[in-house]
């Protein structure tokens, strides 16, 4: 893990730990939150719609489960005689989350999330001798690392942004930047 992941990490985490006991301390009612939007992997051309659900208790706290499912796919041309690829596509992702907010305003947040989650991938590639395409699936469970913000135009609708750095446990990591729609319920 890279010193600028550690030090996101570990920000997240004292972030994270030191709103819970006030969250405890929390007197108004949870109130339910959904987003839609899409996610773009950094590391590869991989997109994805990303469709999450909240709860948050309080000013400060809450948790979050998120399915993404795959719309865009990464395919790398390889320079060999004939020519091949290798095409990789998302499947789908489910994660959930505990999440930390720092409100700035009765319409804007900042927020750190950490999480862990699966992330679903199929490829295919014709680099064999016979050119024959060979297809496999195949998957990855994550420690996820987030930070972000919303602004809420109203009392219910209003925009999010955020950036998760994926730790796959086993493969290189990746980060996804999203912008999604949100409301409140």
Same mark, same amino acid.
């Given at each position: 893990? =890279?010193? =600028?992941?550690? $030090?996101?990490?570990?920000?997240?985490?004292?972030?994270?730990?030191? $709103?819970?006991?006030?969250?405890?301390?929390?007197?108004?009612a949870p109130h339910i939150y959904g987003s839609a939007g899409?996610?773009?992997?950094?590391? =590869?051309? $991989?997109g994805a719609v990303q469709l999450r659900l909240g709860t948050?208790?309080?000013?400060?706290?809450?948790?979050?489960?998120?399915?993404?499912?795959?719309?865009?796919?990464?395919?790398?041309?390889?320079?060999?005689?004939?020519?091949?690829?290798?095409?990789?596509?998302?499947?789908?992702?489910?994660?959930?989350?505990?999440?930390?907010?720092?409100?700035? =305003?009765?319409?804007?947040?900042?927020?750190?999330?950490?999480?862990?989650?699966?992330?679903?991938?199929?490829?295919?590639?014709?680099?064999?001798?016979?050119?024959?395409?060979?297809?496999?699936?195949?998957?990855?469970?994550?420690?996820?690392?987030?930070?972000?913000?919303?602004?809420?135009?109203?009392?219910?609708?209003?925009?999010?942004?955020?950036?998760?750095?994926?730790?796959?446990?086993?493969?290189?990591?990746?980060?996804?930047?999203?912008?999604?729609?949100?409301?409140?319920?």
């Amino acid at each position: 893990m =890279s010193l =600028s992941a550690r $030090l996101l990490a570990a920000a997240a985490a004292a972030y994270a730990c030191a $709103l819970a006991g006030s969250a405890v301390a929390q007197t108004s009612a949870p109130h339910i939150y959904g987003s839609a939007g899409y996610g773009q992997k950094d590391d =590869s051309d $991989l997109g994805a719609v990303q469709l999450r659900l909240g709860t948050r208790f309080g000013a400060y706290f809450g948790v979050e489960g998120e399915y993404g499912f795959g719309v865009k796919s990464d395919k790398v041309d390889i320079a060999v005689s004939p020519p091949g690829y290798i095409k990789r596509e998302l499947r789908h992702e489910l994660a959930a989350y505990a999440v930390g907010y720092l409100p700035l =305003s009765p319409q804007a947040d900042l927020f750190a999330r950490v999480g862990y989650g699966s992330t679903w991938f199929k490829s295919a590639t014709d680099l064999t001798p016979d050119r024959s395409r060979i297809t496999y699936k195949d998957d990855a469970t994550s420690l996820n690392l987030g930070v972000g913000g919303q602004y809420f135009f109203d009392a219910s609708n209003g925009v999010r942004v955020d950036y998760v750095r994926q730790d796959y446990k086993g493969a290189p990591t990746d980060d996804v930047w999203s912008i999604a729609y949100t409301r409140r319920f």
